[in-house]
């Protein structure tokens, strides 16, 4: 017998509202269980948004509360790896509360369009945004041929 999609997916909502009213008058159920918020193991954090300039590839990611001592930033090629880690530490003389950002570390690859020249990359970050400027290869950059 055949489930049409409309049953599966009305099953699937009625589960996340039955998740959320128990969330609202339990707060702290999915923490009795062990389980971590989701965002520090996601398997795309930190976002990114990757542009194509002409002569220049520039990537931008989202890494709140990483300090630039904490980022590394590799490139071989067309892949680039960004990786780091952030804490999360009471200040001093301080007794935590509640503890939602939680100390977190990760590692995000990427496959560029193009080979890089690793040698004139430039790395900023401010505000929290990690701001990659990539140079493309002499190889990778098109060049214009005239007809004779």
């Known amino acids: 017998m055949l489930t049409r999609w409309d049953d599966i997916d009305r099953m699937f909502g009625a589960m996340d509202l039955l998740r959320s009213r128990i969330n609202r008058f339990f707060p702290d159920f999915e923490r009795s269980w062990g389980i971590p918020a989701a965002w520090p193991v996601s398997a ?40 780091g880690s952030r804490e999360s530490k009471a200040p001093e003389g301080y007794a935590a509360q509640r503890i939602e950002r939680m100390a ?41 041929i ?3």
């Open 44 to 83: 795309n954090w930190p976002k990114a948004n990757l542009y194509d300039a002409g002569d220049h590839l520039e990537v931008k990611a989202e890494v709140p509360g990483v300090k630039k001592e904490d980022l590394h930033v590799k490139i071989q090629g067309n892949y680039l790896e960004v990786s």
């Open 104 to 144: 977190a570390s990760f590692s995000r690859s990427f496959t560029l369009p193009s080979d890089v020249d690793a040698d004139k990359v430039e790395a900023t970050l401010k505000n929290g945004i990690l701001t990659l400027t990539l140079p493309k290869a002499e190889a990778a950059k098109p060049k214009l």
């Open 146 to 148: 005239t007809v004779s």
